[in-house]
């Protein structure tokens, strides 16, 4: 969670960038992607600050039923459309257009963990699995 946080603000601060790999049409190229190994980003500000408010409230809410907040891990986080708001705008010839706003609806869910899960340290690379073709291609050349 603290990790979350720190990122959001570096966010609004403009100090790392939130790399778009799925719907990057027309998203400019950063420099700061190469941190993500992409090319594609920006720092969605609105959207930082929203879900700043979101994991702070989160936490609070954490707090008030007991859990260690310096343990409190992002769970689960999904964003899904609401229904569009409708208003209308006018247009020129004595016309109207509508004028849609895109709520969403965001759901967040802490858990709390006590050690965060080291990554193995393997020492012999995974053997790299060869086809029953290869193996008996070999066995005819030993021959």
């Not at 990122?7 to 049409?25: A, D």
């Not at 965001?106 to 965060?116: G, K, Q, T, Y």
């Not at 193995?120 to 086809?131: I, M, N, T």
């Amino acid at each position: 969670l603290r990790r979350a946080v720190r990122f959001l603000k570096n966010v609004v601060q403009k100090k790392e960038i939130v790399p778009f790999t799925r719907f990057r049409g027309d998203v400019g190229r950063k420099a700061q992607c190469k941190a993500w190994g992409c090319v594609q980003g920006r720092w969605p500000k609105k959207s930082a600050e929203f879900l700043l408010q979101l994991l702070k409230n989160a936490e609070s809410n954490a707090e008030f039923k007991g859990l260690d907040t310096d343990h409190l891990v992002v769970d689960h986080i999904q964003v899904n459309a609401a229904p569009k708001m409708r208003r209308r705008t006018y247009r020129a010839h004595g016309r109207i257009n509508p004028y849609m706003s895109s709520p969403c609806h965001i759901e967040v869910i802490l858990a709390e963990r006590e050690d965060a899960v080291a990554k193995p340290d393997d020492e012999e690379p995974a053997k790299k699995k060869e086809s029953k073709k290869k193996l008996k291609r070999q066995k005819m050349q030993q021959r």
